[in-house]
């Protein structure tokens, strides 16, 4: 159970720089080889994030239908993937649709996942899976009675560059991994039903989850609401973990310039993932060495290395895994227990700041 508590000169010496070759990690042996065969699936919403689903799903030789309660949305991806457009019930009582992706507003998600998971369907769903744990909890337990996949959007650990960090961290690469820090800054997009950690922190939670590898035993956060009262723009949060791990996530809606970052620091190197950066640069590894075994600090410092990481497109990365799922049967890398472990961080994240506000 997470609770709030606990832990509230050198020299520069040139390495050259090292391609180093990173092969599809293992941890996902499966992720992107072509499905026994392709599930007929429909995309829910098809809104700004819909429209990128649906592009993907008919790529990928899987759109089946699109369901959206405005016209407009709707009649644009019908007329682009030459699909039939229906409403949710139609969607729900085709049998021929084996599957379904729900990209709706997040607070309608709990009730559309229970819905197509009744009907029969397997599931995949934008983060994040439900706005409570309990509600999730319920939807994790309905897919497990019902033996339906039900997948949950984290699309970063889809990110092949993410993907690559969590493998070489998970080898050994980087020694002991001390502290994560993961921040996703923007202005916009500014949502009006949950705040800036529900739609943003989602996915630094589950890379950082994924690099620690730990169940964190505290979580505390500080939120600012500036634009709406009691809708947060700015997060911080604050993980630590049994073995003294310690991570931080900060997000924020309300940022002038963009920002997306994942940083480690380990025993044997320092490794930044940037986002923003060209895919060539976006994974660093920084062999720096700090020693302060004789009381005088000396700090060792290495150009970086840039891993050579095959480009692809982490959403169609994504939706490829849970067509490859359904297909199989196989359980997804971020499956509905996943996201308790990240439901899990948030409302725990939520509590310690409602805490700190009132
Ligand atoms: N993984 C990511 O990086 C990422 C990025 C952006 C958004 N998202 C997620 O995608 C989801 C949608 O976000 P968005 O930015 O596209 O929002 P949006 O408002 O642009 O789109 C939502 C769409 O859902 C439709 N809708 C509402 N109720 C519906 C219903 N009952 N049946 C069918 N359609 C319905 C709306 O008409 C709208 O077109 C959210 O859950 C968000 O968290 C994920």
Same mark, same amino acid.
């Given at each position: 159970?997470?609770?709030?508590?606990?832990?509230? /000169?050198?020299?520069?010496?040139?390495?050259?720089?090292? !391609?180093?070759?990173?092969?599809?990690?293992?941890? +996902?042996?499966?992720?992107?080889?072509?499905?026994?065969?392709?599930?007929?699936?429909?995309?829910?919403?098809?809104?700004? $994030?819909?429209?990128?689903?649906?592009?993907?799903?008919?790529?990928?030789?899987?759109?089946? !239908?699109?369901?959206?309660?405005?016209?407009?949305?709707?009649?644009?991806?019908?007329?682009?993937?030459?699909?039939?457009?229906?409403?949710?019930?139609?969607?729900?009582?085709?049998?021929?649709?084996?599957?379904? !992706?729900? !990209?709706?507003?997040?607070?309608?998600?709990?009730?559309?996942?229970?819905?197509?998971?009744?009907?029969?369907? =397997?599931?995949? @769903?934008?983060?994040?899976?439900?706005?409570?744990?309990?509600?999730?909890?319920?939807?994790?337990?309905?897919?497990?009675?019902? /033996?339906?996949?039900?997948? @949950?959007?984290?699309?970063?650990? +889809?990110?092949?560059?993410?993907?690559?960090?969590?493998?070489?961290?998970?080898?050994?690469?980087?020694?002991?991994?001390?502290?994560?820090?993961?921040?996703?800054?923007?202005?916009?997009?500014?949502?009006?039903?949950?705040? @800036?950690? $529900?739609?943003?922190?989602?996915?630094?939670?589950?890379?950082?989850?994924?690099?620690?590898?730990?169940?964190?035993? +505290?979580?505390?956060?500080?939120?600012?609401?500036?634009?709406?009262? /009691?809708?947060?723009?700015?997060?911080?949060?604050?993980?630590?973990?049994?073995?003294?791990?310690?991570?931080?996530?900060?997000?924020?809606?309300?940022?002038?310039?963009?920002?997306?970052?994942?940083? @480690?620091?380990?025993?044997?190197?320092?490794?930044?993932?940037?986002?923003?950066?060209? $895919?060539?640069?976006?994974?660093?590894? +920084?062999?720096?060495?700090?020693?302060?075994?004789?009381?005088?600090?000396?700090?060792?410092?290495?150009?970086?290395?840039?891993?050579?990481?095959?480009?692809?497109?982490?959403?169609?990365?994504?939706?490829? =895994?849970?067509?490859?799922?359904?297909?199989?049967?196989?359980?997804?890398?971020?499956?509905?227990?996943?996201?308790?472990?990240?439901?899990?961080?948030?409302?725990?994240?939520?509590?310690?700041?409602?805490?700190?506000?009132?």
């Amino acid at each position: 159970m997470l609770h709030e508590g606990g832990k509230a /000169g050198g020299s520069r010496v040139s390495r050259p720089i090292i !391609a180093e070759p990173i092969e599809r990690p293992a941890a +996902y042996p499966h992720l992107a080889l072509p499905t026994v065969r392709i599930p007929r699936t429909a995309c829910i919403g098809c809104g700004y $994030w819909g429209r990128k689903v649906a592009r993907n799903l008919a790529e990928l030789n899987a759109l089946h !239908a699109a369901a959206d309660i405005s016209p407009g949305a709707l009649a644009e991806v019908v007329k682009m993937h030459d699909v039939p457009g229906h409403d949710l019930d139609t969607i729900l009582a085709d049998p021929s649709c084996e599957a379904v !992706a729900i !990209a709706s507003p997040a607070p309608m998600h709990g009730e559309h996942v229970r819905r197509a998971l009744m009907a029969g369907k =397997h599931v995949f @769903v934008e983060k994040p899976l439900a706005l409570q744990l309990f509600d999730a909890h319920s939807l994790v337990k309905l897919a497990r009675e019902r /033996g339906r996949i039900l997948m @949950v959007g984290h699309l970063l650990r +889809y990110h092949p560059v993410v993907m690559a960090l969590v493998d070489l961290a998970r080898k050994g690469r980087l020694g002991a991994v001390k502290h994560v820090y993961s921040r996703r800054f923007s202005l916009g997009k500014i949502r009006m039903e949950e705040d @800036v950690m $529900w739609s943003l922190a989602p996915h630094d939670i589950s890379i950082v989850l994924a690099l620690i590898g730990e169940t964190p035993s +505290y979580v505390s956060a500080e939120t600012t609401s500036i634009l709406t009262p /009691g809708i947060a723009d700015i997060a911080n949060i604050h993980l630590g973990f049994p073995s003294g791990i310690s991570a931080r996530v900060s997000v924020s809606w309300l940022n002038p310039t963009k920002e997306q970052r994942t940083v @480690v620091i380990g025993s044997k190197a320092h490794a930044v993932f940037d986002d923003i950066q060209p $895919w060539e640069k976006k994974l660093q590894i +920084y062999d720096h060495r700090v020693d302060v075994s004789t009381g005088q600090p000396t700090i060792d410092r290495a150009d970086p290395v840039s891993p050579v990481v095959e480009q692809a497109e982490p959403l169609k990365e994504e939706l490829s =895994h849970f067509l490859d799922c359904v297909a199989t049967g196989r359980q997804p890398v971020t499956d509905g227990h996943e996201a308790l472990s990240v439901l899990s961080v948030l409302e725990g994240a939520a509590t310690s700041a409602r805490s700190k506000n009132s």
